[in-house]
């Protein structure tokens, strides 16, 4: 079960260093992010870490709204593309567009499909390609990393201009 397969390897600092050497809109450092995120959100959002199945109230929530990024602010997800896929970690059919980017991770000798932000680079989860009709595609995202904004539509929360991305840290 990949479950237990992920669920084992949390905890872990992955290797990957996806975006260490790119720009990105939202660019920190390493101090800035640990003063504006919480110590799970930094390990998870900047280390490539993995939260506990489960872990994550968001998991459970299925109420309209948008889903943010927790780093930068930037809108990912409408609520309207998640499902429930039993792993324990909130799952969406698709992202909102050119919210995030993906980069193939082969740390823990396998290869799979590292999904980011695109405006901070800040690491969300993975991408499989066993979700359900129509993309066919599930995204497997680490609650911590998002940010839950209730009752919004991607109209309402204009990429690239969100208050939070101007907040000091
Ligand atoms: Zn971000």
Redesign the pocket.
């Known amino acids: 079960m990949a479950e237990g397969l992920l669920g084992r390897l949390s905890g872990r600092g992955a290797s990957s260093k996806a975006g260490a050497d790119k720009h990105f809109d939202?660019a920190l450092s390493d101090e800035e992010w640990r003063q504006r995120l919480s110590p799970e959100q930094y390990r998870v959002l900047r280390q490539h870490g993995t939260e506990r199945a489960g872990a994550s109230p968001l998991d459970k929530q299925y109420g309209a709204g948008i889903y943010h990024?927790a780093?930068?602010g930037?809108p990912l997800f409408d609520a309207g593309s998640k499902f429930n896929s039993g792993t324990g970690w909130p799952s969406f059919s698709a992202p909102l567009e050119e919210a995030v980017e993906t980069e193939t991770d082969r740390s823990f000798f396998m290869s799979r499909t590292e999904v980011h932000?695109r405006?901070?680079g800040?690491h969300l989860g993975h991408v499989f390609e066993d979700g359900p009709a129509p993309t066919g595609l599930r995204y497997c995202m680490n609650g911590v990393s998002l940010d839950f904004h209730a009752g919004g539509t991607p109209a309402d929360a204009p990429a690239g201009n969100t208050a939070d991305a101007n907040k000091k840290p």
């Open positions: 939202v990024c780093g930068c930037q932000c405006r901070c800040g």
